[in-house]
């Protein structure tokens, strides 16, 4: 069975730019949420979906925003791209009752 | 954000000796998570923790949920080479809207002389 896929694995931006980084979740998880992780640190928390619905939220400006499609895939979205959003973003899928979160290999995003 | 204290930073031990790692949190969870990070690859799911006392095991790995709620550990018996990587803890709470996002300490690195 396949995992969470994502795509792509890895992107160069310039500041200023737009980015849209895709997931798919593991089949019959309904659930995604994304992470990013700054090297040296633990994955911190962006967005989390399920069906379709934003179900939480963290700390991180507008210009991060993400859907979920009805095939339970997801995207995010980031604008006006800064230096300090290069990291790797991670997409986790689960089911909603579930409280094991799997992730997928992540995009490593650098903006220059 | 928010993170959890994970403790040792790192760690290099040499093949076949136990390994010991612990994370504490000023906050209550319901479920404690281990996972492991090789470079460059997103993390794997080692061992999920559901109830306090609760004690698992997989393999050569056996994690343990605090009493309290606020704490867990991460054992490993006899490494062997291929356990290099960093171990992070996470915990997670169940927040109104059904919001399972996951606090994460910073990581153990373990390196393993063969």
């Known amino acids: 069975d396949a995992g969470v896929t994502q795509s792509p694995t890895h992107l160069i931006k310039t500041r200023g730019q737009h980015v849209t980084l895709r997931c798919s979740p593991i089949?019959?998880?309904?659930?995604v949420s994304w992470y990013q992780q700054v090297l040296g640190q633990g994955p911190q928390f962006i967005f989390q979906?399920?069906?379709?619905?934003?179900?939480g939220r963290g700390n991180f400006p507008d210009r991060f925003s993400a859907r979920q499609f009805p095939n339970y895939s997801s995207e995010l979205n980031v604008n006006a791209l800064l230096l300090g959003d290069s990291a790797l973003y991670l997409c986790?899928?689960?089911?909603?009752?579930?409280?094991?979160?799997?992730f997928g290999p992540g995009t490593r995003l650098t903006v220059t | 954000g928010q993170q959890l204290n994970q403790s040792p930073q790192s760690m290099f031990i040499q093949e076949g000796e136990d390994v010991s790692m612990n994370c504490t949190s000023s906050?209550?969870?319901?479920?404690w998570l281990w996972y492991k990070q090789d470079p460059g690859e997103g993390p794997v799911l080692l061992i999920a923790?559901?109830?306090a006392g609760e004690l698992t095991s997989n393999g050569r790995l056996t994690a343990q949920f605090g009493i309290t709620r606020k704490d867990s550990f991460l054992n490993i018996s006899a490494s062997i080479p291929s356990d290099v990587g960093i171990y992070f803890c996470?915990?997670?709470?169940?927040?109104?809207?059904?919001?399972?996002?996951?606090?994460w300490g910073l990581g153990t690195s373990l390196a393993v002389n063969p």
């Open positions: 986790a899928s689960s089911t909603l009752q579930g409280s094991e979160q799997y």
């Open positions: 089949s019959g998880h309904k659930s």
């Open positions: 979906y399920y069906e379709k619905e934003e179900r």
């Open positions: 906050s209550i969870f319901n479920t």
């Open positions: 923790l559901y109830k």
């Open positions: 996470a915990g997670q709470s169940l927040n109104a809207g059904n919001n399972r996002k996951l606090i």
